[in-house]
T-cell receptor
Framework: DTGVSQNPRHKITKRGQNVTFRCDPI?????LYWYRQTLGQGPEFLTY????????KSRLLSDRFSAERPKGSFSTLEIQRTEQGDSAMYLC????????????FGPGTRLTVL | QQQVKQSPQSLIVQKGGISIINCAYE??????FPWYQQFPGKGPALLIA???DVSEKKEGRFTISFNKSAKQFSLHIMDSQPGDSATYFC???????????WGLGTSLAVNP
């Protein structure tokens, strides 16, 4: 499968715990995006990378969230001291850095904070 | 501030009919307009996309119509099938930024 992959697919955690998600983009894609989606809503932009550089981070993103893409390939999204309001689907997408480079999404990681 | 307005919120179509979903945008600096299809519990899947220098793009049963002067674009699904039942999102991308601005989605149900 050469699409975007995300792990884990589901994560249940207790409030206050830290969680980390991983995204493996399509291999030739140099841009990688993280989104969050809650039920009945569209994806909400969190951050994006071009290669290993984090180019933008949403102002809505609290300091508890951090993302890395150390070698310009896979990326991790960490949430520290999780809160119940963090429960959502976390989506990763990747694209080429071209005018018509569409964003291709992974299956998402469903986070439930108890 | 919602920069991409999508309608209707939900749509019911009979099998074989035409499904039409509309989006309107405000920012003239958008240069790329994709449509995504999302099934429950899955990530959005890129369905079809258009650039503003083209008025129409067709891929199989899916067609995007684009009206630059009216700042509107729409998705037409011809010969709608029950398997098309999903949530559809339109989006727009500013030319100076790579993040997508999303519509709120349309829940489509195609009755057999």
């Amino acid at each position: 499968d050469t699409g975007v992959s995300q792990n884990p697919r589901h994560k249940i955690t207790k409030r206050g715990q830290n969680v980390t998600f991983r995204c493996d983009p399509i291999s030739e894609h140099n841009r990688l995006y993280w989104y969050r989606q809650t039920l009945g809503q569209g994806p909400e932009f969190l951050t994006y990378f071009q290669n290993e550089a984090q180019l933008e981070k949403s102002r809505l993103l609290s300091d508890r969230f951090s993302a890395e893409r150390p070698k310009g390939s896979f990326s991790t999204l960490e949430i520290q001291r999780t809160e119940q309001g963090d429960s959502a689907m976390y989506l990763c997408a990747s694209s080429l850095a071209t005018l018509t480079g569409g964003q291709f999404f992974g299956p998402g990681t469903r986070l439930t904070v108890l | 501030q919602q920069q991409v307005k999508q309608s209707p919120q939900s749509l019911i179509v009979q099998k074989g009919g035409i499904s039409i979903i509309n989006c309107a945008y405000e920012n003239t600096a958008f240069d790329y307009f994709p449509w995504y299809q999302q099934f429950p519990g899955k990530g959005p899947a890129l369905l079809i996309a258009i650039r503003p220098d083209v008025s129409e793009k067709k891929e199989g049963r899916f067609t995007i119509s684009f009206n630059k002067s009216a700042k509107q674009f729409s998705l037409h699904i011809m010969d709608s099938q029950p398997g098309d039942s999903a949530t559809y999102f339109c989006a727009a991308r500013p030319s100076d930024n790579r993040k997508l601005i999303w519509g709120l989605g349309t829940s489509l149900a195609v009755n057999p």
